[in-house]
């Protein structure tokens, strides 16, 4: 059985700090692409991070020099860790895991960001 279980979400204020974390099962982790997207009240789903299998990053113009991703394959886990957090990074926070034409997503973990 697939399992993409994100944690870590919460309250925080402006300028604070939060590390999520996507725990899997019942997928090759280590083959695929991860990565992390958030969707916002009334907006559309966002990439923020992806990290390839390799280990390769891309961040959103909106998070870079923020945010960093990060996995464990040992783990079988990814991270978002965010700094600086500000009201407009409020959002339901996914991972996704992809390979080839396979994607999982997770539940989604909610990020609220207070003035």
């Known amino acids: 059985q697939v399992q993409l279980v994100e944690s870590g979400g919460g309250l925080v204020q402006a300028g604070g700090s939060l590390r999520l974390s996507c725990a899997t099962s019942?997928?090759?982790?280590?083959?695929?692409?991860m990565g992390w997207y958030r969707q916002a009240p009334e907006k559309q789903r966002e990439l923020v991070a992806t990290?390839?299998?390799?280990?390769?990053?891309n961040y959103a113009d909106s998070v870079k020099g923020r945010f960093t991703i990060s996995r464990d394959n040992a783990k079988n886990t990814v991270y978002l860790q965010m700094n600086s957090l500000k009201p407009e990074d409020t959002a339901v926070y996914y991972c996704r895991y992809a390979f080839l034409r396979v994607n999982y997503w997770g539940q989604g973990t909610q990020v609220a960001v207070s003035s």
């Open positions: 019942g997928i090759r982790f280590s083959i695929g692409d």
């Open positions: 990290i390839s299998s390799g280990g390769s990053t």
